[in-house]
């Protein structure tokens, strides 16, 4: 019997993990019947969840009202949350979503972000969850397009529709994790290209990203939906950090 290729790696994994146990890659603790794959239960328990206080529009952690950023220069979203600190445990999940292609991990990241959403947001509030596209260069390349797989667990469990030919990437820019605060600015300018400009026309949207970093992506993409004309457009990331680089 031929096994097919997928059936085959994941009976390797089966031999080379009864052999090797599989270790939680926060800690290293061997792992045994694990809620999350890849790390221990102790480790998912400590991730760390951003709570209020927040700028009521950015919603970057320990600030009363708004922040100094957004009172000089107001984004053009009306108000962005994330869901937990860009460290630790969330990190390491999200390098092995994103980079090492472990897609099992999409329906635990799909449900800490439902658990765990901010009081202030809700789903039933938009008419469409909005992924941030990636070039098709880079689907090809990785395979799937992380945000769209969270947001379509998402849609699944909220039935709030997902929209995902509206907005295309239309420049293949250089990974935004591998420049600079200044470099990141300009590398996704122009990046982004309206393709269904009348879906999204008097709707509300609900952007959303896997990691905010400076906010750079998510401001390209918020600029260009603008010009569709949409009611409104409101931002929410799994992931961000506190002290871009």
């Known amino acids: 019997m031929q096994l097919r290729p997928a059936i085959f790696h994941q009976t390797i994994e089966t031999v080379v993990s009864f052999i090797f146990p599989a270790q939680c890659r926060v800690c290293e603790k061997v792992l045994g019947i694990e809620t999350i794959p890849y790390v221990c239960d102790t480790c998912w328990d400590n991730i760390d969840v951003i709570v209020p206080p927040w700028c009521n529009i950015c919603g970057i952690p320990n600030t009363e009202g708004m922040c100094a ?5 107001p984004p053009q979203y009306g108000k962005l949350r994330t869901i937990g600190i860009y460290h630790g445990t969330l990190q390491h999940l999200i390098h092995l979503y994103k980079f090492e292609k472990r897609t099992n991990l999409v329906k635990h990241l799909g449900q800490l972000i439902i658990t765990n959403l ?3 947001l809700s789903f039933d509030e938009y008419d469409y969850i909005l992924p941030i596209p990636i ?4 689907l090809r390349e990785r395979g799937f397009n992380q945000t769209a797989l969270i947001a379509d667990h998402i849609s699944k469990m909220s039935n709030n529709p997902i929209l995902t030919n509206a907005l295309i990437r239309e420049k293949n820019t ?3 994790s591998s420049l600079d605060r200044e470099a990141r600015q300009t590398n996704i300018i ?3 290209a309206l393709q269904r400009s009348e879906v999204i026309r008097d709707k509300k949207l609900l952007v959303l990203d896997d990691v905010y970093t400076t906010g750079a992506t998510v401001r390209e993409a918020v600029k260009v939906l603008w010009n569709a004309d ?3 457009i409101d931002v929410l990331t799994l992931a961000r950090t506190l002290n871009p680089v």
Do not use: L, V, Y
């Open 118 to 120: 901010p009081n202030d």
């Open 190 to 192: 122009g990046a982004f």
């Open 135 to 138: 070039h098709k260069k880079r």
């Open 174 to 176: 250089s990974p935004q």
């Open 230 to 232: 949409p009611m409104e």
């Open 69 to 73: 950023d957004c009172a000089t220069k």
